[in-house]
């Protein structure tokens, strides 16, 4: 087996995904904003004005975020997976679920 390590970076459809969603039209640095609160206001507002998702407003929204968060992984800032953790809490007391 040879060492690829001068080959480009594997194929990132997560990335593609997050660039070319056709789900959610999403406010532009969303995951990036430091409050909970805004972020998960913005992801229920974009969930309900969507009308191209296959899913709940509530479930769309909180997909958008889980899978931002694990497609950061490891790379994404602890104090940013915090405040992104919290407006999950935020995105359930906006839609009354536990």
């Known amino acids: 087996m040879t060492d690829n390590s001068d080959s480009p970076a594997p ?7 997050t660039r070319e969603s056709n789900a ?10 430091k409050d ?4 998960a206001e913005s ?4 969930a309900e004005a969507s009308s191209r998702r296959k899913a ?3 479930r769309s929204a909180m997909s ?3 899978f931002y968060i694990n497609r ?5 800032d602890p104090e940013q997976r915090q405040i992104l953790e919290q407006a999950k809490q935020a995105l359930r007391e906006l839609y009354k679920k536990k």
């Open 11 to 17: 194929y990132k459809w997560s990335a593609k995904v």
């Open 24 to 33: 959610l039209s999403l406010e532009q640095g969303v995951f990036t904003w």
């Open 36 to 39: 909970p609160q805004r972020i």
């Open 43 to 46: 992801l229920r507002d974009s």
């Open 56 to 58: 709940e407003p509530f």
């Open 64 to 66: 958008m975020l889980v």
């Open 72 to 76: 950061a992984g490891k790379n994404l």
